[in-house]
């Protein structure tokens, strides 16, 4: 056997027994249990477009992040200087970026301004201005800090976006954050995207409000500080929606962030469900000394600006514990709880991308892709036979190489499998025999000449060899692009390519060659098939 | 077997016409361009922004009926196209209707709900691109196509010398143009899908060009004084067999793709049917003229200073 044959089919056995090695794991349904360290494990995923799911783009609303910051701040700030007794008429964010504080006369601004300096160093202090007759003073937030708090914002709602949904329960689901803002979600096979989405896009802050039952939500105008929001009842028979408006104080009282626990409860007697809560310490003293204070009057249960119940205070409640009642079906009560449990986003999210893949879609794109494969296989192997005969069937063979090799790989990467990625594999599958076909056109050539069969293959290969690299680099350049710039099924679509283009080098150049080869390596053959 | 036998036909010659028939291609596929640049092309939603569903019915449902039960629900802006394959129906809404991100879809199936109670469907897909993505994703994808036109000239332009870099650069941008021609007459839609069916046919139509242009340079070297149109014209006769045969293989698999791989990547296949034909055309009839005409413009240059 003359040299050079040896290692080539070596490579050749070796890279087919690694192909199959990393494909079992996607192949076989259920590893044996031998199957664990050093075996790979990876498999190759199927993209959203083929096994159905939901892929959506969040964008977190950041500035909405730093005014609840601001908010914070201010209320803070009234309290502080309630409890030194220094007057002021107001005190509220303005802008987005910053708090003033409007007091009644020069003489408390001393003090202030010093209180704010101690309190809060990492804000800009304004100079006292005037602000229609009063005395104003303003605190704004540095630039810095503030691009702290949005980076901080995304991060956090990533965070209570993954608990939301390892809560929900759905399995193998991609959450991570894109550029500055956006956090990509993926829900692979997720069976009820519609509850899902609204599920991650709820911002859920809880906030417990006094009603001020003083004020008749009619009346025409309500004071600085009560809000008017609604309640939204679904009567059970009809579908139909009825608002029930109230008048409410604007500050809250005790917010969704002193929560430890949530959980669905069925009313036992009127076979209702609805959300028990329970409060951390700080949480339960709270709720024990606004219910001691107010026995008899009315407070809502507020989320995301919506009134859930408004019950009157029977008595002091101490356990730290609460419920929240209100027009739930099971399901609706189960996805409250489960925000409350994994908290309130830290800025409302906005989706601005939703692509959604039913199931039934998505089978229909594998069986059509495979049954386009075959037939392209079957289509493609049956010309190169009648075309080039024997020489044919050895560049379907390495057509067939170049498939398992190219599985291989994505198993290999755990690469995912979209429907673009299997029409580029169906693309190789025309593509692979092409070098081939140059080189068979080159022996023919060379035959015609008089070469001998040996003489003939040598120069078609060597001949062919420059015009190959230079199709296969060109579209490599392509492929690459693509996959630097191309999302989800084009990304696939660019691997599949670019993997597909290189393996096929080595399996049009080595591959067949090394079958020929080992017929002809006595160069005492008289005809080819070609 | 051979396809074809030893043929003798005279490709240059027929530059005039070809150059004709090129030259309607490119224009077409330039106004295409400058269609989409205005926004008046069949964009996707993912350039454009929008909405778009597939739904399935289960009774064979009348476009026009469709379309009246959408307006009758407030969704005016609203383009319809039917799958004839199992009473399907895409819903493409323009990001002007009105409603929200995520509205869209719900306003659809209720309106389809509450007109068509005897005609149950279920929502194939959904896909909503907010305005903002979309932005994003036309740059992208402008840069992306220029980085690869570019690192595909920068390429032959390293293998070649100058006039066959010329004659390839020109074949590839006038293939893609083609693609876009026929998207553009046929009022099919411009999305992501078919960007990415233009590169990779940016990408493989050199293929045919390389072939044709290393057998001219070989037979070049082989023979210094014959006229130049008769080299090229026997070059392009001695590789024409391979030229096809190779964009058979790659054409029958498309074939395939387009016949048989569903709705999804119908359109997709089509591009790349489209672009291996025009591949092959113009490595033959629009890269070889070129190079002939800059050759034998140098070469009467070179007679007019002797």
Not at chain 1, 264 to 270: A, E, G, K, N, P
Not at chain 1, 336 to 352: F, H, N, S, Y
Not at chain 2, 281 to 303: D, H, T, W
Request: net charge neutral; hydrophobic share 45%.
């Amino acid at each position: 056997m003359p040299k050079g044959i040896g290692w080539r089919i070596g490579l050749i056995g070796i890279f087919i027994l690694l192909s199959f090695l990393y494909l079992t794991p996607t192949l076989v349904s259920k590893l044996p249990s031998w199957w664990s360290g050093l075996l790979p494990k990876d498999k190759i995923h199927l993209g959203l477009d083929l096994q159905g799911g939901t892929h959506l783009v969040l964008e977190v609303d950041t500035q909405k992040a730093v005014e609840g910051t601001l908010d914070i701040v201010a209320t803070d700030l009234e309290d502080t200087l309630t409890s030194k007794s220094l007057h002021f008429k107001r005190i509220s964010r303005t802008g987005s970026d910053k708090v003033t504080v409007v007091l009644y006369e020069k003489g408390t601004a001393d003090a202030v301004q010093k209180i704010l300096k101690e309190k809060y160093p990492g804000y800009e202090q304004s100079p006292l201005h005037d602000e229609g007759g009063f005395v104003a003073v303003d605190l704004r937030v540095n630039e810095k800090d503030a691009q702290d708090r949005k980076d901080k914002a995304v991060q956090q709602a990533l965070e209570t976006i993954r608990n939301r949904i390892d809560q929900f329960g759905v399995s193998e689901p991609i959450i991570q954050r894109e550029g500055v803002d956006h956090i990509v979600v993926q829900l692979p096979g997720i069976k009820d995207p519609q509850r899902a989405i609204e599920l991650i896009g709820r911002t859920a802050r809880l906030e417990f409000k006094m009603v001020r039952e003083d004020i008749q939500p009619s009346a025409a105008s309500i004071p600085d500080d009560a809000e008017i929001l609604k309640e939204k009842s679904v009567d059970p028979t009809t579908g139909a929606v009825s608002e029930t408006p109230f008048v409410l104080q604007k500050k809250s009282l005790i917010t969704g962030d002193l929560l430890t626990d949530a959980q669905v409860r069925i009313d036992s007697q009127f076979n209702q469900p609805y959300v028990a809560i329970e409060f951390n310490s700080l949480g339960a003293k709270l709720f024990d000394q606004v219910t001691a204070a107010n026995v008899g009057k009315r407070f809502a249960i507020v989320l995301d600006n919506n009134v859930y119940s408004a019950p009157v205070i029977r008595e002091r409640i101490s356990g730290g514990s609460a419920q929240i009642s209100g027009s739930f079906t099971e399901k609706t009560a189960s996805d409250l709880a489960i925000v409350l449990r994994a908290g309130a986003l830290p800025a409302p999210v906005k989706i601005i991308q939703n692509v959604t893949v039913g199931p039934s879609l998505g089978q229909d794109s594998i069986n059509k892709g495979l049954m386009a494969g075959l037939i392209g296989v079957v289509l493609v192997v049956v010309f190169m036979a009648i075309y080039y005969k024997l020489s044919g069937m050895v560049a379907n063979m390495g057509m067939v190489l170049n498939v398992v090799y190219l599985m291989g790989a994505l198993a290999a990467m755990g690469a995912t499998l979209t429907l673009p990625g299997i029409a580029a594999i169906v693309l190789l599958i025309g593509m692979s025999v092409d070098s081939n076909v140059l080189i068979f056109e080159r022996i023919r050539e060379e035959l015609k000449l008089g070469k001998s069969p040996k003489a003939a293959l040598d120069a078609g290969y060597d001949k062919a060899f420059l015009t190959i690299m230079d199709s296969h680099i060109t579209t490599l350049i392509t492929a690459a692009v693509l996959f630097q710039f191309g999302t989800g099924p084009v990304k696939g679509f660019a691997v599949s390519l670019s993997l597909g283009v290189i393996i096929n080098l080595f399996t049009s150049l080595i591959g067949t060659k090394v079958t020929f080869d080992l017929f002809l390596h006595k160069g005492t053959a008289k005809k080819m098939s070609i | 077997m051979e396809l074809l036998g030893k043929t003798n036909i005279d490709f240059i010659g027929k530059r005039n016409i070809s150059f004709v028939i090129s030259s309607i291609i490119a224009i077409l596929g330039i106004v295409g361009i400058i269609q989409i640049a205005r926004g008046a092309a069949n964009m996707g939603i993912d350039f454009s922004g929008g909405t778009s569903m597939q739904l399935k019915f289960a009774k064979p449902m009348a476009m026009s009926d469709a379309r009246t039960a959408l307006h009758k629900h407030g969704i005016a802006r609203v383009d319809l196209q039917e799958i004839k394959e199992g009473n399907k129906l895409l819903i493409k809404i323009d990001k002007n209707a009105g409603a929200a991100v995520g509205k869209s879809a719900d306003a659809v199936k209720a309106s389809f709900t509450s007109e068509f109670a005897d005609n149950p469907f279920v929502v194939e897909s959904t896909t909503e691109i907010g305005p903002s993505i979309g932005d994003k994703l036309r740059k992208d994808t402008l840069v992306a196509v220029t980085i690869s036109l570019l690192g595909i000239i920068l390429y032959i332009a390293w293998r070649f010398d100058f006039k066959f870099g010329i004659g390839a650069t020109v074949a590839t941008i006038h293939d893609c143009l083609a693609m876009f021609a026929v998207f553009y007459l046929f009022n099919k839609e411009i999305n992501l899908l078919f960007i990415t069916a233009v590169l990779t046919i940016a990408g493989y139509s050199l293929t045919d060009t390389v072939v044709v242009f290393d057998r001219i340079r070989e037979n070049l070297h082989k023979n210094l004084k014959g006229a130049m149109q008769t080299i090229f014209n026997n070059s392009i006769n001695e590789v024409l067999s391979r030229t096809i045969v190779t964009s058979l293989t790659v054409f029958l698999a498309a074939a395939s793709l387009f016949l048989f791989g569903g709705e999804v990547i119908h359109d997709f296949s089509l591009a790349l049917l489209v672009g291996v034909l025009v591949g092959t055309y113009s490595s033959v009839f629009v890269a070889s003229p070129i190079v002939v005409l800059l050759e034998n413009r140098a070469l009467a240059k070179q007679g007019d200073k002797a």
